[in-house]
């Protein structure tokens, strides 16, 4: 079994920066990716960011430019750094990870308003 724990979560105004962390633990023999999705209220799930194992990112064309994904992969650890934030940036973050199978942490809410 694996556990995902997010952390960095909060309140931001516009224009600022938030940084979240997602740790894994467990049975993990090997990464194929690690990542971000989100979902703002009353909208499906979507993709942020994701990093292959191979140091293949991939971004969200709504924060090219601003999001920056990166990892530790001795501490199986996935950043997410978020730059010049928006409101409607606003949602629940999950960390994913598939190692076999497709593995989600439980969120963390980023709430962008003035």
């Known amino acids: 079994q694996v556990q995902l724990v997010e952390s960095g979560g909060g309140l931001v105004q516009p224009g600022g920066s938030l940084r979240l962390s997602c740790a894994a633990s467990?049975?993990?023999?090997?990464?194929?990716?690690m990542g971000w999705y989100r979902q703002a209220p009353g909208k499906q799930r979507e993709l942020v960011a994701t990093s292959t194992s191979g140091g293949i990112t991939n971004y969200a064309d709504s924060v090219k430019g601003r999001f920056t994904i990166s990892r530790d992969s001795a501490k199986n650890t996935v950043y997410l750094q978020m730059n010049s934030l928006k409101p409607k940036d606003t949602a629940v973050y999950y960390c994913?990870?598939?190692?076999?199978?497709?593995?989600w942490g439980q969120g963390t809410q980023v709430t962008v308003s003035s």
């Open positions: 994913t990870l598939y190692s076999g199978r497709l593995y």
């Open positions: 467990g049975s993990i023999f090997s990464i194929n990716y």
